[in-house]
């Protein structure tokens, strides 16, 4: 675990005031008894090539903040950018047999809001820091479940988070639009319109 990092607040040492706080932002799930295992069709994952690893290291931004092994992205892009051909087999080798690597699920959390009391979870926002080397297979993942998903029968068309070329803008253009609607309806004489929105508190945070 990775020490709390901030400009403006103190770094917590007290283990149980450290334990108090992760134990708030991510509470503990149960574990899930469903051992099936879908049979990996490797043969349908498309091969990582050489330009697909050049376009991802065109991603990363050299002064980003590394992870838990301190790598920074300028010399792990130079790297990878040697070694294409290792690379690349390195990451199918990962998907063929379903393995993400447990050192780079590994995260590094530098979370303190300014001016908030140290000792309360809600001071903190739940961002941690991976190894550049885990982002790169998260993004070699997706390269591959993106096609999937925004084929038709995927994901809900009122699905906005996380999806190509929409935004959260979309998402408000989608409300007003009806509210908008609503109000012009023939032979209605509303001039107002109720939203009602839910705020899940720690819903990412707390998806298993």
Known sequence: MGRFRGRSSPQITCPSLLLKIIQGLFPQQEESTDTFQPPLNVMAIPPVTR???????GRIGDNKAPGLDRVPNKAFKLAVKSRLDMFAELFEACMSEGVFPAAWKRQKLLVPKPGKPPGEPSSYRPICLLDTVGKMLERVIYNRLLPVVENQGGLSNRQYEFRKDRSTIDAIKLVTGLAEDAIRR???T????VVVTLDVKNAFNSAN
């Open 51 to 57: 330009d697909e690893l050049l376009e991802i290291c």
């Open 186 to 188: 023939k032979g209605s």
């Open 190 to 193: 509303s001039k107002y319109c």
